[in-house]
């Protein structure tokens, strides 16, 4: 017997199972499209089959509509699924080695591989010591890692939107234009007409500092090139320590002692000593901080090696001198500084029956350095030494001391400036006994002591000589109005290189001398930029 949905009971041997089976698919509704029966065991019943997403019954077959991504569409590695049209994708074939994917609407699915002939695209050139710039090197980065020599094809072949950028990677030098035909403007070198340009590169004034690479573009009017970008190695250091006895121990490790110091790690050190520095140290060799903290640090064959273990006390003074040493790549540098400043003029005003004043004379600043270009060699480490304050003038009248040197190696030296001159009033002087300035060489001279004297009364106004001004500003004098008694000069601040100013005294008594030291200098700085 054949039931209306076709099924075939004919031989069945389980009538009454058969039967029921026929009674459930008598009750399942027509679908009214191609459907599979399968059991359904949560209820027990046979069911339709429903069918997801992406597939679908063709005649007697089920299979994938084309709305489903299949793994056959990749063929090989680095093959790509892009959209050809509306809800259509298409299989775009693995490119050839350094091609990269461009937009193209004239092609069949918009994009296509291709060269760098619109776009940028890297040029190595690593084994070669030689390469012409041409016009179809638009956007090219070229890098190199060794002495290398670029030369440029005729300005004219080039399009107006020409760039390239041109890459040292290494401690070599990177020749532009060897012969010299060319015209490079770098912002801020001031650079014009016919040179030829190194990399790395540093300009006649500062900056731009050692330029490990430049972008250049032809220039509108095509009258050379133009340096649109630079990529600096630039750094900075401070120098603010003046050179000060240290102590070090013997042990493992050896810790050194320097009060105040402003060491980081990795600072260079040299060591000087009257006597014997202790064993496994060196007078003269370059040593490296590590382990610093405030007052103490340990020493280094390299920077931030294992420390160095003493082996004896030695004996007489050790000095530690910072340095700076070049890094690699590096040639040009820039200096900063200034001297110690000379300190301020004491004064002495005696006790007499005749009324005085004495007014010391300012220090004078330390010679002064500003952005002063010089030529380094890398790798080399040069001694830094910071020149210490001029001592103030003692109280008996005594002269302001001469600033310390502030130095770079041997490439820079700036002179401390003069200290001021005391003053004294004897038992003889009438009035007022005034000290001059401390001198400079290339600093500012420090101020005259000066005052004012009415006979009738015996009234004075005296004041100190100013400490001449040195990287923020002078030292304000001391001043002494009409009372009897003496003012000392004022200290200069520390790292300013100015002067201290003088002392200023009125002895109006017939008992008692008047007495002031003058003013400290400040000490000096470096700045070194590279």
């Known amino acids: 017997m ?33 459907r599979i029966v399968f059991w359904d065991d949560s209820a027990d019943d046979l069911q339709w089959l429903s069918l997801g997403s992406g597939l679908q019954i063709a005649a007697t077959s089920l299979s994938v509509s084309a709305d489903v991504v299949m793994q056959t569409f ?43 002939s619109a776009v940028f695209q890297r040029d190595v050139q690593d084994n070669t010591t030689a390469f012409t710039v041409s016009n179809g090197l638009k956007g090219y980065v070229i890098t190199c890692s060794s002495n290398f020599t670029i030369t440029f094809d005729a ?38 007409g016919n040179i030829t340009m190194s990399l790395p590169y540093s300009g006649a004034t500062e900056g731009p500092y050692n330029v490990s690479a430049v972008t250049l573009a032809k220039r509108t009017d095509a009258s050379g090139w133009f340096v649109v970008d630079v990529r600096e190695t630039h750094g900075e250091q401070k120098f603010i320590t003046v050179p000060t006895t240290v102590t070090i121990t013997n042990a493992s490790p050896g810790v050194v002692t320097q009060t105040g110091h402003v ?66 790549g590096v040639t040009t540098a820039w200096a900063t500084g200034i001297g110690g400043g000379g300190g301020g003029g004491g004064v002495r005003a005696h006790a007499t029956t005749i009324a005085g004043a004495a007014s010391g004379g300012g220090g004078a600043s330390g010679d002064q ?59 003889s002087t009438d009035g007022i006994v005034i000290g001059n300035g401390g001198t400079s060489t290339s600093g500012n001279d420090g101020g005259t002591g000066s005052g004012e004297y009415a006979v009738a009364g015996a009234q004075f106004n005296i004041v100190g000589g100013y400490g001449a001004s040195g990287f923020g500003g002078g030292t304000r004098p001391a001043n002494r109005n009409a009372v009897n008694g003496a003012n000392s000069g004022n200290d200069a ?38």
């Not at 039967?19 to 009750?27: D, E, K, W």
């Not at 090989?76 to 990269?100: E, F, S």
Request: proline share 3%; aromatic share 4%; net charge negative.
């Open 155 to 192: 300005l004219s072949t080039f399009a107006s939107n020409f760039v390239i950028t041109i890459v040292n990677r290494g401690t070599g030098t990177v020749t532009l234009d060897g012969n010299g035909t060319e015209t490079f403007l770098v912002p801020g070198a001031n650079q014009s």
């Open 369 to 427: 350095a500003h952005r002063t270009r010089v030529v380094v060699v890398p790798g080399t480490a040069y001694t830094i030494t910071i020149g210490a304050a001029g001592a103030a003038g003692a109280t008996a009248g005594g002269n302001g001391g001469t600033g310390g040197t502030t130095s770079f190696g041997g490439l820079l030296s700036l002179s401390g400036g003069g200290g001021g001159s005391g003053a004294i009033i004897t038992v």
């Open 74 to 116: 990749i063929d090989a590695k680095g093959d790509l699924l892009v959209g050809a049209t509306d809800n259509t994708i298409a299989r775009l074939a693995v490119g050839t080695n350094d091609h990269i994917l461009i937009a193209d609407s004239t092609q069949p699915n918009g994009v296509k591989w291709g060269v760098a």
């Open 2 to 34: 054949t039931v209306s949905h076709g099924i075939d009971r004919t031989g069945a041997t389980n009538v009454a199972g058969t039967q029921a089976m026929t009674t459930s698919l008598n009750a399942l509704v027509d679908p009214n499209a191609d």
């Open 263 to 328: 060491y980081s790690n990795g600072q260079a050190v040299v060591l000087s000593t009257t006597g014997a520095l202790p064993s496994n140290l060196v007078a003269g060799t370059t040593y490296y901080v590590v382990n610093q903290n405030t007052n103490t640090y340990e020493l280094s064959a390299t920077v931030g090696g294992a420390s160095i273990n003493t082996g004896s006390a030695g004996s007489g003074t050790h000095t530690a001198t910072p340095q700076w040493v070049c890094p690699a």
């Open 493 to 530: 601040p520390a790292n300013s290189g100015a002067g201290g100013s003088g002392a200023a005294a009125i002895d109006q008594s017939t008992t008692t001398d008047q007495d002031a030291a003058g003013g400290a200098g400040g000490s000096g700085f470096l700045i070194i930029k590279w």
